[in-house]
């Protein structure tokens, strides 16, 4: 079993601190069980939580409401109020613990490593710390229709105002709807051609025709292509979106 926390215990208390999220909880999950793990325990972070001592989350959350014996978490783990809890109060609690070290070439691999090199659009980078490459979930929305006037009608990505977008620019990937998968041309910015202010999160599915507002989606992006740039009129815009779609295919293909 995991026990993991939703949301993010700093979203409660700090959020100015709370760090970007590079999954949903239902995809933390999916990803969890995908290990092989039988359980995820999602534990509901809320005030009355984050006042329990070390000891009382020991006995009442991991003792007695999962039956917990033995514990794996990582070298330096704190939990409980103030993060006063460590292995060694598992261990006065009667639990066995296995502690292990971060690992990853170089430098340990963390989230803060992993949100740092979407941020600056390295998603190959974080491609390789996370084991995949990185995503946005989100639901499918109607933006101003501008991609449809040029021929390369695009899905508005709404997603959580937390989720770990990479930084501006043109990156190829892949959408996820409805159980299937596509090639696209992700756009992530505030469109600077048409002097646009809303940073948004924009896929054009290759080889795609099909009404999907108001569905959830899954864009992974798997490689930035070129950083976000205001053009001189419509004509270069839609030469540069031509190559940027050549690109994706070339990146794409096996």
């Known amino acids: 079993m995991v026990v993991t926390f939703d949301p ?5 208390l700090r959020p100015e601190q709370a760090p970007t999220r590079l999954t949903s909880i239902t995809r933390r999950c999916e990803l969890i069980r995908a290990c092989g793990v039988d359980d995820v325990e999602v534990l509901g972070f809320t005030a009355e939580l984050a006042a329990m001592s070390a000891q009382d989350f020991t006995a009442q959350i991991l003792q007695q409401g999962l039956d917990v014996r033995e514990v794996v978490i990582g070298e330096g783990f704190r939990f409980g109020h103030r ?5 060694d109060t598992l261990r006065t609690a009667g639990l066995d613990v296995l502690e292990y070290g971060l690992v990853g070439e170089g430098a340990p691999v963390s989230s ?3 949100r740092a090199a979407v941020a600056e659009g ?6 390789v710390m996370l084991g995949r490459a990185p995503e946005v979930d989100g639901v499918v929305v109607r933006g101003l229709q501008r991609g449809r006037e040029l021929g390369y009608p695009t899905a508005n990505i709404a997603h959580h105002e937390r989720a770990a977008v990479p930084a ?3 990156y190829a990937g892949r959408t996820e709807v409805a159980g299937r998968t596509f090639n696209a041309a992700i756009s992530v910015g505030t469109n600077p051609t048409f002097e646009g202010t809303h940073r948004t999160v924009e896929a054009y599915l290759l080889d795609f025709d099909e009404d999907i507002y108001g569905q959830d ?4 992006v798997v490689q930035r292509l070129r950083g976000m740039e205001a053009f001189d009129g419509v004509a ?19």
Do not use: F, H, K, W
Request: proline content about 4%; hydrophobic content about 40%.
């Open 8 to 12: 993010n215990p700093l979203e409660q």
């Open 83 to 87: 993060a006063q809890g460590s292995a």
């Open 112 to 114: 803060t490593r992993i």
């Open 122 to 127: 390295d998603v190959a980078a974080a491609a």
């Open 168 to 170: 501006d620019g043109v």
């Open 217 to 220: 989606v899954r864009v992974e």
């Open 236 to 254: 270069e815009l839609v030469a540069q979106m031509d190559e940027d779609v050549t690109r994706t295919r070339e990146v794409l293909t096996p």
